[in-house]
Every structure is written in structure tokens, then in C-alpha cells.
């Protein structure tokens, strides 16, 4: 059995792709480098399950829906005609560890879209029938390079101060002030319900000849924010009620590339300005009401925390852009290898699932 994880590294087509409008900057020896960040990060796992975004609030199931209105500039890869995919959802909090929904943390949404035919990135996954997509709450990421990330992670469980000690080695002390900066400012505080927010991939895919970022945004959040209920998961009591009482839908909207100075490649720390480039819709995720305390809530949880959510699981069309995202490329690889998940090639739709609980 081929597993995404064993040894199935990206070898995408082009190795660099210099279109006369946006590029790629391909480090030498960068290859070595995040197979080497990889294995610290993974080496640094605590326990069973991820090595980052351990505790999930809620893994559902629901429908992908690429409409016919996609303007033609948009209507790329995956978006290129109408369709109605079926799809896994998983919602979590970024730390290594499952923790409280009060501790301030990045939050993550997950999605991972089945029965997508075409060529895969990861050329041995071609038969793999899923495209997904991974998104956090900010719009920017805005850490510099991938060996940053992995310091950061590496010293989180030491507090902030032991990250901002880091950072002041790493960066110099104004650099690690501004950085320490816009990373507090990503935690989140557990006030707003996960259903009520706007989840954004803050780092660049290729979207067919085009380069584009993507974003989740609710577009049926109540006139009142529901409330966060006291104790320790009040995002998720707060997340499943809302399932459980009504559909939620996230309208997804794409954001072209425009130039390198104001919509960079590399720098995931320049905001895409909407007055530069604004989201266009091209695409809906509908979750239907569903209980996630009933039997099939409970086997579509277990199977969310088995599978791998992984940006690279792609179409060529859709191909992660950028020196951190072939970070990830080998960082998503180490850390489900480590756990064991489920192969890209088992995943089947949420419909195909056994009934029950084994
Ligand atoms: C744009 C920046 C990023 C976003 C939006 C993002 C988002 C996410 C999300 C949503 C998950 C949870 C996936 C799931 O539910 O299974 C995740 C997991 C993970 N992320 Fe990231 N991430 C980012 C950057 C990075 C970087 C730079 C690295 C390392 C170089 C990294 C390493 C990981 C790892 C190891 C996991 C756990 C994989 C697993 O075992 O399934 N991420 N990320």
C-alpha cells in the first residue's frame, strides 16, 4: 500500500516556473534543509496524533460547490467548470497539544474535497481522488522563513518569552519585537464563535497560469454572535451547537496575484490588499445541520483525526507557491508518516463511509 507518507515526495512539474507575472525563488540545497526542519519539528512531538493542530473542535462532512457564475479568470484547476464535491471538514487549534479553547491560539480549518480527478502534484498520488485546503484565521503569515517557524514552534512550549529569547537571537531584537507583535495578534481568544469567522490561506497557490490566495467567510452569520459558553472547550460546545441546529455555509473567494511588489510570492507577511485585488467567489462550502454526538458525528470525527489534511494533496492547477509551502510540503509528509495516517489513496467520500462506529 502507497501511503503519501512513505516516500512520496513532490516532485512537481516545473521546478521553478518564471511566467512574465509571478515567481518562484528556489533556494539551493532548500530540499535538504526542509527535510531537516521536518524531522526536528516532528522529533519535537509530544504523544499520539499531529504534531501541530492536535485538538480538534469538530470533524463533519460536507458539500463543495463550484457554481456556474466563476468568472473566467477565476475558473481554474478544481474551478474550472460547476461540480458538487462531497468533503471532509476539520476544525482545530494550532498547538502540538490538545489544549483549552480559552489558551489564545491560531485556529485552523481543514477541508479536503473527494472524487477530484486530474494530475496530482505528488506524482505518486496521481490515482489520489481529493484536492485540500487549509486556512487560519490571519491573512498574513508573518514569519519570515521556515527554520524561523520551526524555532518558534520548538520554543513555544516555553512561553512567550522563551519564543521572543528565540527571536532576538534569531532576528535581532527590533525584527523579533515586530514579529513577537503580529504573532500575538494571531492568537485567538476564544471569543467568536469558529463559525462566525473568516479563515484565510495566507501563503499563494498556483491557480492555473495565475497565482492566487483563498479565503472562508461565513455567509450566514447571525445578526447576534453566538455566545461562547464558560469552560474549558466553550469553541467547541459553541461550534457543535451551531451544527447541530442549522447549516453552516462558508462562501469560498479566491484573490488573484497581481505583481511581486504588491501581491509577493515569497513574503506572506504583505497583505494582498482587497483594493489591489479583490476575492471573487468561486465556490461554496455547505455544511448541512448534523449532530456530532450521533454515531455517524462520532465516525466522521475518528475519520478527520485519521486522515491527513495536507496542502500539497493538489492538483497540478493548485500547486503550493513559495519557499515556506515546500516547507510544508516535507513537514505534512514527516508528521502523518509519524501517526500513522490514513493513505490519500484510501480516502473515500463521506457517503462510502461504514455506517457506524467499528
Ligand atoms: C500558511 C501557513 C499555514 C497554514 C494556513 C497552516 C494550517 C494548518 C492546518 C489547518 C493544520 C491542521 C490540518 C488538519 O486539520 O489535519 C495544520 C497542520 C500542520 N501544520 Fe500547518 N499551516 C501553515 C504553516 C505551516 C508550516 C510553515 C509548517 C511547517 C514547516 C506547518 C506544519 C504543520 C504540521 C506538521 C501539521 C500537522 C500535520 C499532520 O500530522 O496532519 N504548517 N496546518
Redesign the pocket.
Known amino acids: 500500500m502507497l501511503r503519501r507518507t512513505v516516500g512520496a515526495k513532490a516532485r512537481w512539474r516545473e521546478q521553478e516556473h518564471s511566467m512574465a507575472t509571478w515567481q518562484e525563488k528556489i533556494a539551493p540545497g532548500e530540499e535538504e534543509l526542509?527535510e531537516r526542519?521536518?524531522r526536528t519539528?516532528?522529533d519535537g512531538r509530544k504523544g499520539e496524533?499531529?504534531?501541530?493542530?492536535?485538538y480538534?473542535q469538530v470533524?463533519l462532512e460536507g458539500r463543495f460547490v463550484v457554481g456556474s457564475s466563476v468568472p473566467a479568470s477565476h475558473a481554474q484547476g478544481l474551478f474550472a467548470k460547476p461540480g458538487t464535491y462531497e468533503c471532509y471538514v476539520?476544525?482545530?487549534s494550532?498547538a502540538?497539544r490538545a489544549q483549552s479553547d480559552r489558551t489564545p491560539d491560531?485556529?485552523?480549518?481543514?477541508v479536503k474535497v473527494v472524487g477530484v480527478s486530474g494530475d496530482k502534484v505528488i506524482a505518486p498520488l496521481a490515482a489520489a481522488q481529493t484536492q485540500?485546503f487549509?486556512?487560519?484565521l490571519?491573512n498574513t503569515?508573518a514569519?519570515p522563513d521556515?527554520e524561523t517557524?520551526?524555532g518558534i514552534?520548538r520554543a513555544a512550549p516555553g512561553g512567550p518569552i522563551q519564543i521572543l529569547r528565540y527571536l532576538i537571537g534569531r532576528l535581532g531584537f527590533f525584527s523579533a519585537l515586530r514579529l513577537a507583535g503580529a504573532l500575538g495578534k494571531a492568537q485567538d481568544k476564544g471569543k467568536v464563535s469558529l463559525a462566525e469567522r473568516t479563515?484565510?490561506?495566507?501563503?499563494p497557490i498556483r491557480w492555473g497560469e495565475h497565482a492566487a490566495k483563498l479565503r472562508f467567510r461565513p455567509v450566514d452569520a447571525p445578526a447576534t454572535p453566538a455566545a461562547i459558553p464558560a469552560g474549558e472547550h466553550g469553541l467547541t460546545e459553541a461550534l457543535r451547537a451551531r451544527v447541530r441546529s442549522a447549516p453552516l455555509t462558508f462562501a469560498v473567494e479566491a484573490q488573484l496575484f497581481v505583481d511581486e511588489q504588491r501581491t509577493p510570492i515569497e513574503d506572506?507577511a504583505v497583505e494582498w490588499l482587497e483594493s489591489v485585488s479583490p476575492f471573487v467567489e468561486v465556490a461554496r462550502l455547505e455544511i448541512s445541520a448534523q449532530d456530532p454526538g450521533s454515531a455517524r458525528g462520532k465516525l466522521l470525527q475518528k475519520t478527520?483525526?485519521a486522515?491527513?489534511?495536507?496542502?500539497w494533496h493538489a492538483l497540478v492547477e493548485h500547486r503550493p507557491l513559495g519557499a515556506?509551502?515546500r516547507?510544508?510540503n516535507?513537514?505534512?509528509r514527516?508528521?502523518?508518516m509519524?501517526?500513522n495516517?490514513t493513505s490519500e489513496l484510501e480516502v473515500v467520500a463521506p457517503s462510502s463511509l461504514a455506517a457506524t462506529l467499528e
Open positions: 526542509f526542519l521536518a519539528l516532528v496524533g499531529r504534531t501541530l493542530h492536535r480538534s470533524g476539520r476544525f482545530s494550532g502540538g491560531v485556529r485552523g480549518i481543514a485540500d487549509l486556512a487560519i490571519s503569515f514569519i521556515a517557524f520551526v514552534v479563515f484565510f490561506a495566507p501563503l506572506g478527520c483525526e486522515m491527513s489534511f495536507d496542502p515556506i509551502m516547507a510544508r516535507a513537514a505534512y514527516v508528521s502523518t509519524a501517526r495516517a
